[in-house]
């Protein structure tokens, strides 16, 4: 696939590139690393290792991605993003990527587009009702969104060592009620409806093939300075059920779909300290929107960064600790910038 392809174009990716793409996405998302402890049955697990690594291991600079939800801009500006290489030199984010400068993790929920085309969805939905799954309303929502889940696809096979995609509650391709997921409806009914379309423009085939891609992904990504997961820990975990998180429901909700101010008072901290045996870092996530970008929580471990109207990601040091003022970067050029 040719760089940022869908994402000019914003276009319903073709059956032979979502299959190839998920398939190699697939392969790399089991496939045994120094950083993806395994579980007891010998998979890789839910967790991605990067504490304390040994002397052979670089320390990187972390780059966090918010909820992306079919945002096709957002990402394709990201990519292209300039950051400084050092001696008057800059480099894009996918060039540093290459280069295997940074890490960049991706907090999940990759379809669904919210806030500017909600009208679309009602639109959709009033369709859907009718009988038509592949409406030309749920075609533009969907190459929206497939546009950025294949690209986000693409990186992985790239650079499977460098980028993260970590499993967002929305990363639920079959709409399942089970095993910790839930099934979802917000505007419309848009998890059936995405069921539904996938199965109809792609055949079960594909649509089965992303869901084990789905159920094989990681939850947690955990560095000196940062924990990072889709949402809030619920509950606190330890480091085995953040490895376990595959077989385990209440971890997989638990770092899926918790609601603001619903988890346990020290859940944060509890679960940051199992896992670094201190809690001189901040703990990261998305899912709950939140207003003017970003909100601390938990006495400042706990930082929430998905805003449907910002356009920003995270970068945290090797070297030092998150200063909001200066790390949260807006990738977008502001000609480009316009929200509904």
Sequence with gaps: MKKNTYLNKASLPG?????????????????????????????????????NPGQND???????????????????NLLDFKIPEGD???LSIEEA??????????????????????????????????????SEPMKQEMAEGLSVYITLLDLLCKYPNNFFFLRGNHENIKNKNDDG???????????????LFMEHQYGQHIRDLLENFEDALPLVY????????HAEPYAPFDRDSMIHGHFLAQVMNGLTWTNNDVAAENAVELSM??????NNAVWISGHRPVCDGYHFQRNGLFLQIHDPRSTKVLFVSKDRSINIETDFWEVTPPTERMFS
């Excluded at 600079?61 to 957002?74: A, C, K, Q």
């Excluded at 993790?105 to 969805?121: I, P, Q, Y």
């Excluded at 300290?273 to 201190?278: E, P, Q, R, S």
Aim: proline share 2%.
């Design 15 to 51: 059956s032979k590139d979502l299959e190839k793409l998920a398939k190699k996405a697939l392969f790399f998302s089991r496939h045994e690393s120094l950083w993806r402890p395994l579980t007891e049955v010998q998979t890789p697990g839910t967790l991605i290792d990067f504490i």
């Design 273 to 278: 300290a199992a896992l670094l045996g201190h």
């Design 58 to 76: 670089a320390l990187f600079d972390v780059i966090v991605i918010p909820d992306l939800h079919g945002r096709t801009s957002f990402l394709k």
């Design 88 to 90: 008057g030199k800059d």
């Design 97 to 134: 990527l290459s280069k295997n400068k940074i890490h960049l993790v991706f907090l999940g929920d990759a379809l669904h587009t919210e806030v500017s085309t909600k009208d679309r969805w009602f639109l959709a939905k009033e369709l859907f009702e009718q009988g038509d799954y592949a």
């Design 181 to 195: 997921m839930f099934s979802f409806k917000k505007y419309a009914y848009e998890g059936e409806m995405t069921s």
């Design 222 to 229: 955990a560095g000196n300075r940062c924990v990072i997961s």
